[in-house]
T-cell receptor
Framework: NAGVTQTPKFQVLKTGQSMTLQCAQD?????MYWYRQDPGMGLRLIYY???????DKGEVPNGYNVSRLNKREFSLRLESAAPSQTSVYFC???????????FGSGTQLSVL | DAKTTQPNSMESNEEEPVHLPCNHS???????IHWYRQLPSQGPEYVIH???SNVNNRMASLAIAEDRKSSTLILHRATLRDAAVYYC???????????FGGGTRLMVKP
């Protein structure tokens, strides 16, 4: 059972570079989410997708874009990375709103 | 959104019960209370959730105060594997925006 799979696990970028974090789930979930977690802090919601074809901003969307490619996949793009975006990024999915979240193992991103 | 207050950290001995408190005095009447935990270097995992009455599952029990302004997560026999950060999260009924605060770091001593 793969659950929620994130790639890559680690990434180092230079300021101004762009990259896309990939997330896929095999549980046929409708809703998907991207969170970031800074050292010693809780998770903050960046963007979410309640269902295929919809995306909405979370608490900290600036500097990011998302694409719900299909029901399985939800990607997060950094167009011009900044050191403030150094963080661990978690993707999650749920059957629907108010249902329990299943998380991936995270992507450690460093922006130099 | 309901605000939560949890202790920054707690310590327990292995095989003893642990009671993790959470205050959520501004919770609304229809907000569920969710608990997640995050083991070191992993993503959070669901523990339990409830609305009004106490809830039990194979991982833990959730005791909810009658006025719903506080709740307590109970681990009946702590193991070393239970060392994690525990997050108490009232559901704000937006359906998609569970907010993870700082949580309680639980340390379990052998």
């Amino acid at each position: 059972n793969a659950g929620v799979t994130q790639t890559p696990k680690f990434q180092v970028l230079k300021t101004g570079q762009s990259m896309t974090l990939q997330c896929a789930q095999d549980m046929n979930h409708n809703s998907m989410y991207w969170y970031r977690q800074d050292p010693g802090m809780g998770l903050r919601l960046i963007y979410y997708s309640a269902s295929e074809g919809t995306t909405d901003k979370g608490e900290v969307p600036n500097g990011y874009n998302v694409s719900r490619l299909n029901k399985r996949e939800f990607s997060l793009r950094l167009e011009s990375a900044a050191p403030s975006q150094t963080s661990v990024y978690f993707c999650a999915s749920s059957r629907g709103p108010d249902e329990k979240l299943f998380f991936g193992s995270g992507t450690q991103l460093s922006v130099l | 959104d309901a605000k939560t207050t949890q202790p920054n950290s707690m310590e327990s001995n292995e095989e003893e019960p642990v009671h993790l408190p959470c205050n959520h005095s501004t919770i609304s009447g229809t907000d569920y209370i969710h608990w997640y935990r995050q083991l070191p270097s992993q993503g959070p995992e669901y523990v339990i959730h409830g609305l009004t009455s106490n809830v039990n599952n194979r991982m833990a029990s959730l005791a909810i105060a009658e006025d719903r302004k506080s709740s307590t997560l109970i681990l009946h026999r702590a193991t070393l594997r239970d060392a994690a950060v525990y997050y108490c999260i009232p559901d704000n009924n937006a359906g998609n925006m569970l907010t993870f605060g700082g949580g309680t770091r639980l340390m379990v001593k052998p």
